[in-house]
T-cell receptor
């Protein structure tokens, strides 16, 4: 099977600083990874995804890094803003499977 | 605007009652999913459907049932057999294919009276 875990349940950063949220996965056959942002009372919102044939992918103010050797991925958010405060989930799919497996989430708090 | 609509946003159930949660999407996605989220937890898969008139059990299907009679609709029934139904229920959809992200609705919060 697959399990996905986040390293820290909570993270606080100063507004304007960069944030790094980490995630580990257990199954080396996982080949697709997604980061989601969830605000209170809402559904998860897609942020960025990455396939296992890539090490890095960039979006607007976000970068996902994938280290397949140690089965670790991270989400970097540049110049964090108050609107970035939310719970962030990583999720993965094992090659050939149809189901996403979610981690438990990291709550990011942006301090003014 | 295309999206996923879940209704109602809040739902209350008495002991012994079945309730049905609605999920409609106008994204023309083939696949649809139901997840359960408990406080401070990640999402757990209840049921999913890759195509109309077909669906599969997820990790926690006991006490739930679904139907997929139309591409755009995937209702979830929480039966009286589900002993701990209080949770936040999320519906998602995705295009066909492995490397496709799932997109979520804004959930239904179910509580027991």
């Amino acid at each position: 099977g697959e399990s996905v875990g986040l390293h820290l349940p909570t993270l606080s950063v100063q507004e304007g600083d960069n944030s790094i949220i980490n995630c580990a996965y257990s199954n080396s056959a996982s080949d697709y990874f997604i980061w989601y942002k969830q605000e209170s009372g809402k559904g998860p919102q897609f942020i960025i995804d990455i396939r296992s044939n890539m090490d890095k992918r960039q979006g607007q103010r976000v970068t996902v890094l994938l280290n397949k050797t140690v089965k670790h991925l991270s989400l970097q958010i540049a110049a964090t803003q108050p609107g970035d405060s939310a719970v962030y989930f990583c999720a993965s799919i094992i090659q050939g499977a149809q189901k996403l497996v979610f981690g438990q989430g990291t709550r990011l708090t942006i301090n003014p | 605007d295309g999206g996923i609509t879940q209704s109602p946003k809040y739902l209350f159930r008495k002991e012994g009652q079945n309730v049905t949660l609605s999920c409609e999407q106008n994204l023309n996605h083939d696949a649809m999913y139901w997840y359960r989220q408990d406080p401070g937890q990640g999402l757990r898969l209840i049921y999913y459907s890759q195509i109309v008139n077909d669906f599969q059990k997820g990790d926690i299907a006991e006490g739930y049932s679904v139907s997929r009679e139309k591409k755009e609709s995937f209702p979830l029934t929480v039966t009286s057999a589900q002993k701990n139904p209080t949770a936040f229920y999320l519906c998602a959809s995705s295009p066909r294919g492995t490397y496709q992200p799932q997109h979520f609705g804004d959930g239904t919060r179910l509580s027991i009276l």
